[in-house]
T-cell receptor, first 113, second 113 residues
Framework: GAGVSQSPSNKVTEKGKDVELRCDPI?????LYWYRQSLGQGLEFLIY????????KSGLPSDRFSAERTGGSVSTLTIQRTQQEDSAVYLC???????????FGSGTRLTVV | GDSVTQMEGPVTLSEEAFLTINCTYT??????LFWYVQYPGEGLQLLLK?????DKGSNKGFEATYRKETTSFHLEKGSVQVSDSAVYFC????????????FGTGTRLTIIP
């Protein structure tokens, strides 16, 4: 596609439920990143994929968070047993291998009530 | 680890005023430096970048110079417009390890007519 596509754009969920967030990167971009932007905070790195492998998962805040990428393309970020502190905008970005610039998606705004 | 410190906002200026948003960094080696912008209701966009010391990145009238001696990458614009109102993020990418970006907390800029 022309840009990085994320879905859903908004998600409201009850505390304790599981959610899945999807990212469809730009075709041909081998690197994919997930970030979290909380109100009044900067962007917090979550996980980085190169192809289907994740060489850096250091930013995942707890074992309730997991992510996968299949076919070197679409990625899914899963949050299990959501908590109110998980409420944030989850951003996905992709880049060419060795490329300097990321292209960001518009994000998924997650609200846990 | 790597870190980016940005001038805290919010910043409010009159149209045609001179803008400076300070950014300093801590990193090993020789990182690449970036400014990203997030306009209201939109995703993050790369504004400008510099990949080595003394490089100047520029775009849309904005400039920033990579100063290794002061570990800084301050964003400047000579005459701001209302359309520049946005949140600005300074970021770095270390040249060691993976390609993740480390972001500052962002500075909200509002330009009044």
């Amino acid at each position: 596609g022309a840009g990085v596509s994320q879905s859903p754009s908004n998600k409201v969920t009850e505390k304790g439920k599981d959610v899945e967030l999807r990212c469809d990167p730009i075709s041909g971009h081998t690197a994919l990143y997930w970030y979290r932007q909380s109100l009044g905070q900067g962007l917090e790195f979550l996980i980085y994929f190169q192809g289907n492998s994740a060489p850096d998962k250091s930013g995942l805040p707890s074992d309730r968070f997991s992510a996968e990428r299949t076919g070197g393309s679409v990625s899914t970020l899963t949050i299990q047993r959501t908590q109110q502190e998980d409420s944030a905008v989850y951003l996905c970005a992709s880049s060419e291998e060795g490329g300097y610039g990321y292209t960001f998606g518009s994000g998924t705004r997650l609200t846990v009530v | 680890g790597d870190s980016v410190t940005q001038m805290e906002g919010p910043v409010t200026l009159s149209e045609e005023a001179f803008l400076t948003i300070n950014c300093t960094y801590t990193a090993t080696g020789y990182p690449s430096l970036f400014w990203y912008v997030q306009y209201p209701g939109e995703g993050l966009q790369l504004l400008l970048k510099a990949t080595k010391a003394d490089d100047k990145g520029s775009n849309k009238g904005f400039e920033a110079t990579y100063r290794k001696e002061t570990t800084s990458f301050h964003l400047e614009k000579g005459s701001v417009q209302v359309s520049d109102s946005a949140v600005y993020f300074c970021a770095l990418r270390s040249n060691f390890g993976n390609e993740k970006l480390t972001f500052g907390t962002g500075t909200r800029l509002t330009i009044i007519p």
